[in-house]
């Protein structure tokens, strides 16, 4: 069982920046796959960014494209979204997510969640 543990959202201005970061219990961090998803009220819970273990591939969402990046430090068994120009439409619950993934951007085939960040960007 892999508990994964957010922080770092909050309230800011639309322009402003937040890094969040999700913490791993698992001594196997390194070989899940790892992910950002966000849930705005009312809205069903979407892909934003997701990379995969050690060497591969890093996606994102095209509405985040050029703004977020996501990384890890599996040294620290820690991911992190850094979230840049932030826009009033990038307000949600952000959830980091982990597991034995094929596609990535699937909410689906992801086995563990944490308890999710609150994100408000005001304008």
């Known amino acids: 069982q892999v508990q994964l543990v957010e922080s770092g959202g909050g309230l800011v201005q639309a322009g402003g920046s937040l890094r969040l970061s999700c913490a791993a219990s698992?001594?196997?961090?390194?070989?899940?796959?790892m992910g950002w998803f966000r849930q705005a009220p009312g809205k069903e819970r979407v892909f934003v960014a997701a990379?995969?273990?050690?060497?591969?591939?890093?996606l994102y969402a095209d509405s985040v494209k050029g703004r977020f990046t996501i990384s890890r430090d599996n040294s620290k068994n820690t991911m992190y979204l850094q979230m840049n120009s932030l826009k009033p439409e990038d307000t949600a619950v952000y959830y980091c997510?982990?597991?034995?993934?094929?596609?990535?951007?699937?909410?689906?085939?992801?086995?563990?969640w944490g308890q999710g960040t609150q994100v408000t960007v005001s304008s």
């Open positions: 990379l995969r273990s050690r060497y591969g591939s890093i």
């Open positions: 698992a001594h196997t961090f390194s070989s899940y796959a």
């Open positions: 997510a982990a597991g034995w993934v094929a596609v990535l951007t699937r909410t689906q085939e992801y086995d563990y």
